[in-house]
């Protein structure tokens, strides 16, 4: 089955660009989406369709996909920002809609 | 404004029928552009998808829980549903319904989860 794997954790100071990614087989063939989910809450949508975010989402969030790897930046982090980021494709070999296993955002 | 509200028992003993709820409201389950899906997370563990249903109720389901799902929908009502069968430990999760939208396939919104424990 397609596997999407995720740093565990990613921290950086405030006011700097995070870099979270999410590696598959030739992710960059697939559409990947991006969650953020603050705890105790629900994940929300911060990227679509690898690049395009959706409304209320600030442009500091942005998203690339090429190669074997998908990528959701982050500029001028906030403490709010702060998060599990979580990626998801569809795998049409199997028709399954696979999750990254998150990535922890720590604002230092 | 879509909300979503995920409503069922919260604690199960092993092989019993997990069912659930997803209140809809802000917008009609019977719209061609969208799917209605269930997702769940493990505790301390990533998401997981677990099906979908189409406007039309056609359903899609994970197939590592195909044998034991059902995801019926009561457009009447708003309503969309949750049925898994013989729960065991594993199952123990935080249940998320949310809209899915198919043609780029993302979950948005999502209803704020109902955490369900399977336990003896």
């Known amino acids: 089955s397609y596997v999407l794997t995720q740093p565990p954790s990613v921290s950086v100071a405030p006011g700097k660009t995070a870099i979270i990614t999410c590696a598959g087989n030739?992710?960059?063939?697939?559409?990947v989406h991006w969650y953020r989910q603050r705890p105790g809450q629900a994940p929300v949508l911060v990227m679509y369709?690898?690049?395009d975010r959706p409304s209320g989402i600030p442009d500091r969030f942005s998203g690339s996909n090429s190669g074997n790897t998908a990528t959701l930046t982050i500029s001028r982090v906030e403490a709010g920002d702060e998060a599990d980021y979580s990626c998801?494709?569809?795998?049409?070999?199997?028709?399954?809609?696979?999750f990254g296993g998150g990535t922890k955002l720590t604002v230092l | 404004q879509l909300l979503l509200q995920e409503s069922g028992p919260g604690l199960l003993r092993p092989s019993e029928t997990l069912s659930l709820t997803c209140t809809v409201s802000?917008?009609?389950?019977?719209?061609?552009?969208?799917?209605w899906g269930w997702i769940r997370q493990s505790p301390g563990k990533g998401l997981e998808w677990i099906g979908s249903?189409?406007?039309?109720?056609?359903?899609y389901y994970n197939p590592s829980l195909k044998s034991r799902l059902s995801i019926p929908m009561d457009t009447s009502k708003n309503l969309f549903f949750l049925n898994l069968t013989s729960v065991t430990a594993a199952d123990t999760a935080m249940y998320y319904c949310a809209r899915h939208e198919p043609s780029l396939d993302w979950f948005d919104p999502w209803g704020q989860g109902t955490l369900v424990t399977v336990s003896s």
């Open positions: 249903v189409s406007y039309s109720g056609t359903t």
């Open positions: 802000g917008g009609s389950i019977s719209s061609p552009s969208f799917y």
């Open positions: 030739n992710v960059g063939g697939k559409s």
């Open positions: 369709d690898d690049t």
């Open positions: 998801q494709v569809w795998d049409a070999n199997t028709n399954l809609r696979v």
